[in-house]
């Protein structure tokens, strides 16, 4: 027999185009105008420490994969996205190394001596930063900017959340925009949504996850804040501190989340009350990033009891 | 009647423009035609016919090996030239009888049923050898003969025809709608207390459009809508949309009281009641962008699948990969040197062959697999578990309830070969549970 033999596989003989990549593609881009915003407020420091912590994550897979012979995967944007949400997640006037350390410690620690894409238990981005945060607290918690869209100095670099915290009256205006002191991408939370809308309209996030996040919280301070039904306070949880970043960017990564669906409402809620706890009755302002790196430990479990039913094991269609 | 769908499925790309406008076009074949004594699910048929016999068209040449079996009928006039394994679609070598075409199609006499008793009907389609033709091939005759005939109350037409690019029961629905009709009123005359659904997928108004007009002085039979989503025509999903009732692996559709059958299993027990003609002929889609003129054509079973691409034209450019039926679930051909057998709807050939492109990699846990999983599964788990061989754990997670739809690995982004996971897990699972028992 000398003919012509044709590809076999198993079904399906078709495939959808997204790709691991796009998704990371795409979600990099979402996240654009927060970070060119970030550049423009916080200026060049800010810009510098970006390229440094994305070309630190990517350089450090590489390196990885190299010396351990694996197969090599920093084309697929999964580093590169990494080395833009911890650089988002960075006070403004931070010195060069700590993103270098912050970068290495994502990829290397967090993320490939669990096994790599896929294996980490832990969103490296925030694990990176919780660690600069314990190790280096001083610098990571001084928000002095000297941007041309907003100058801070030492003194007057409160957060809005911190501000919130101690008392005094915060302009909400300026949070939405983002015309605060805060991290390179967190302050404005008008573009943050923007860019968690484009990942809700291509469905590379669910609703799940934000909306129970942010639902739970209004609704943990409303009821604890102490404030009442004071609407402004609320604003000002929601558009302040890394919030939409994180229920928009962080908290709906894919390999740190529940894959069920019921499990996404349940982590979700779960987020909204820790950050609710940890913002409230903690000793820092902020709560977003200790939520979700302590509730990605507990994704294991939430998806053991929250497997889907099996079709016509679960009963009947309502009509 | 509204939208009707279930819960999960996705849209591929549809690929049905190829050839949706294509009239049905009689193929008439030359050579050897191939009849493999496996063409449907159950026992195989046994040969009643040997070597230098000669048969005409319609001749009964292999008879059913059990009652879930079928009977086999030559497609042609001419003689027995051998009976020996040969390849088929699904890739094994199965006894088949080799006839050689006298060109002449001398037919026998059909005789058509007059009588309308219960056990005649569904002798005639037994006799016919009638198998479902939507891919499947089970045996009509044991599908219409449920243990309690009299709790079945929805007898389902599936047209939804909604894998990609196949156009042959649409064609037919366009074409030779009345001979729908008639089949599904024979089959409905088997069951008093059912009525009639014919479910269309809604990317072919038309058809909906002509259907419900034709329907409407038929008071048993009712045109549904469905929601354009694959797997919208798998059975379990159907009976869910029309019916709202859900049925697992462990059931059969009489289970909910629905006998489900596809249009081209409809028109074909018309045929084998009102005429009296076995099944020896079916409509088949040949597509793809590698064929220069895609189409619908009548093939006689037994045909050469080269054949047939030939009849459309033959390849504009060497195809990288041919499939026996659709493009979710159909079977890729290492060769085109197969028959066709009953349950042969398309002949698919693409000149590139996507998934060779897509090298798997890590799971990133998007839950995409979860939500497009028509069985309400978790894929991307059970395929771990099954590459694990642990085939009980498999079993203990539902993984049996897979249908096999493709869904998984075509939504994966890390093009991680879910189904195929999924059928080794299945495979292995089930034949546990045998070896348990």
């Known amino acids: 027999m000398n003919e012509q033999l044709y590809h076999v596989s198993a079904n399906p003989h078709v495939r959808d185009k997204a790709s691991t990549k796009s998704i990371m593609f795409d979600v990099i881009l979402a996240l654009m105008p927060a970070t060119v915003f970030g550049f423009w407020n916080f200026g060049g420091r800010a810009i510098v420490n970006t390229i440094l912590s994305v070309l630190v994550c990517v350089v450090s897979e590489y390196a990885w994969q190299h010396f351990m012979h694996k197969k090599i995967t920093t084309g697929d944007f999964s580093a590169a996205l990494t080395g833009l949400l911890l650089a988002l997640n960075l006070p403004p006037e931070v010195p060069f190394w700590i993103p270098v350390i912050g970068g290495l410690f994502a990829i290397i620690v967090v993320k490939q001596v669990f096994g790599g894409l896929g294996q980490n238990f832990m969103n490296p981005a925030l694990g990176a930063r919780c660690f600069l945060l314990i190790s280096f607290a001083g610098i990571m918690t001084n928000f002095s900017s000297q941007g041309p869209g907003t100058v801070f100095d030492a003194t007057t670099s409160a957060t809005p959340l911190a501000a919130l915290k101690a008392g005094e009256a915060v302009d909400i205006q300026a949070m939405f925009l983002g015309n605060t002191a805060g991290t390179v991408g967190e302050t404005s939370a008008l573009l943050l949504m923007i860019g968690g809308a484009y990942l809700l309209i291509k469905r590379i996030i669910s609703w799940r996850i934000p909306v129970c996040y942010i639902g739970t919280l209004s609704l943990f301070v409303l009821l604890f804040g102490g404030h009442g039904f004071d609407m402004y306070y609320l604003a000002a949880h929601l558009f302040g501190g890394g919030l939409m970043l994180g229920a928009f960017f962080m908290a709906t990564d894919y390999v740190t989340s529940p894959i069920t669906p019921r499990g996404q409402i349940v982590f979700g809620i779960l987020l909204g009350i820790f950050t609710g706890i940890f913002r409230l009755f903690g000793g820092s302002s902020e709560g977003v990033s200790y939520a979700i790196i302590f509730c990605n430990l507990l994704v294991p479990l939430i998806e053991r009891f929250t497997i889907p039913a099996a079709f016509g094991k679960g009963g009947k269609k309502d009509e | ?437």
């Not at chain 2, 859900?246 to 006998?259: F, T």
């Open chain 2, 1 to 437: 009647m509204g939208l009707l769908t279930f819960k999960g499925g996705l849209h591929p790309y549809d690929g049905k423009e190829l050839s949706k406008d294509k009239p049905i076009q009689e193929y008439l074949p030359e050579g050897e035609l191939v009849f493999p004594l496996s063409q449907h699910i159950g026992a195989p048929a046994a040969a009643c016919v040997k070597k230098g016999d000669r048969v005409l068209a319609g001749q009964k040449i292999a008879e059913a090996g059990g009652f879930v079996s079928a009977n086999i009928h030559s497609s042609v006039s001419g003689t027995v030239k051998k009976i020996e394994p040969r390849l088929t679609v699904n890739g094994a070598r199965i006894n088949c009888i080799v006839i050689e075409n006298d060109g002449e199609y001398e037919t026998v006499e059909f005789s058509p049923v007059t009588s309308r008793e219960r056990k005649d009907i569904v002798q005639a389609v037994k006799e016919a050898g009638i198998v479902g033709l939507g891919g499947a091939g089970f045996p009509t005759h044991v599908k219409l003969s449920p243990k309690e005939p009299e709790k079945i109350d929805t007898i389902i037409i599936n047209a939804a025809e909604c894998e990609p690019y196949i156009t042959a029961d649409y064609r037919c629905m366009m074409e030779i709608p009345e001979q729908l009709i008639s089949g599904l009123n024979l089959i409905l005359s088997l069951f008093p207390e059912a009525k009639g659904v014919i479910g269309i997928e809604d990317n072919k108004p038309d058809a909906i459009a002509k259907l419900t007009e034709l329907c409407a002085s038929e008071p048993r039979i009712e045109v549904a809508s469905l929601k354009t989503k694959y797997p919208q025509g798998a059975e379990r999903s159907l009976i869910y949309a029309v019916t709202g009732r859900s049925i697992n692996s462990s059931m059969l559709p009489a289970d909910a009281g629905c006998i489900v059958d596809n249009v081209a299993t409809a028109i074909a027990v018309h045929e084998a009641v009102t005429l009296g003609k076995p099944l020896y002929e079916r409509v088949v889609t040949v597509t793809g962008d590698a064929v220069v003129s895609p189409g619908n054509y009548r093939v006689k079973t037994g045909t050469n699948a080269a054949e047939l691409a030939r009849a459309a034209g033959g390849f504009k450019s060497q195809p990288e990969k041919v499939i026996s039926g659709g493009p979710m679930m159909g079977m890729a051909l290492s060769t085109l040197d197969v028959p066709c057998g009953k349950t042969f709807s398309s002949l698919l050939c693409f000149s590139k062959d996507e998934v060779a492109a897509c090298e798997p990699g890590p799971c990133i846990r998007c839950g995409r697999c979860i939500s497009v999983c028509p069985a309400g599964l978790m894929p991307t788990k059970l395929s771990e578990v099954a590459d694990h061989g642990d085939f009980a754990l498999f079993d203990a997670l539902n993984g049996c309830e897979c249908v096999e739809c493709g869904c998984c690995s075509y939504i994966c982004p890390a093009k991680r070969r879910l189904t195929q996971s999924m059928k080794t897990g299945r495979r292995e699972a089930l034949a546990l549970r045998r070896k348990k028992k």
